[in-house]
């Protein structure tokens, strides 16, 4: 039975996203910056929960996924795959747990480990160094990872492209790396961009 949600990071997260939607459908730039910062500092305070001074926990098995009662730093691993993982992190929301969760693939030919992510329609990935202990990555490790999977959606943005079509390329990304901070910065230059544009 889900505990009660005491966090209020969870309301203002779900109410961020519903607006975010409704402002970018009616190209309202003014109050979807507002909203994308809002989410972001819904999705910190999430950030600042899970960040709870526990290890971090591998994810290997449905049972594994089943068995989360607390939050903190998940790192789901084969033969789940992604969609696990975004199984696991709604799963946390709708239990009220603050938690921040990360996907690996097996090791690369080259000994990298790929970590992946889904987002709106779109998947990320990006190879990172393999953990010394697999079994028992380090947070510093977590943290790293999920910064990589960020910067990695940044280097992707194609500046060439309109305005519009950059801020929709990192509204859809948003999901897949919700704690990269640069990633909800950039989005909301475009928005301020976009708004003196129509002025």
């Not at 594994?64 to 939050?71: E, F, I, L, P, Q």
């Not at 202990?133 to 500046?159: I, Y």
């Amino acid at each position: 039975m889900p505990r009660k949600k005491l966090d209020p990071w969870f309301k203002a997260e779900a109410d961020a996203v519903q607006e975010i939607d409704n402002a970018r459908s009616s190209s309202n730039w003014e109050a979807l910056g507002v909203q994308i910062d809002c989410l972001l500092q819904a999705r910190q305070e999430r950030s600042k929960h899970a960040r709870n001074g526990r290890g971090v926990r591998v994810i290997q098995s449905s049972e594994d996924v089943d068995s989360v009662k607390d939050g903190g730093r998940y790192l789901v691993q084969p033969p789940l795959v992604a969609r696990d993982a975004a199984i696991l992190d709604g799963a946390m929301k709708t239990r009220g747990f603050s938690g921040m969760v990360a996907c690996r693939e097996p090791v690369t030919n080259l000994g990298f480990c790929p970590i992946v992510a889904l987002g709106s329609g779109v998947t990320v990935r990006v190879r990172v160094e393999e953990p010394k202990n697999p079994l028992k990555p380090t947070c510093d490790w977590f943290d790293n990872a999920t910064n990589e999977l960020g910067q990695h959606v940044l280097e992707q943005l194609d500046t060439e492209t309109t305005d519009q079509r950059q801020l929709d390329y990192l509204l859809a990304h948003l999901s897949a790396i919700p704690m990269h901070v640069p990633t909800y910065r950039a989005a909301i230059r475009l928005c301020n961009t976009l708004l003196s544009k129509s002025v």
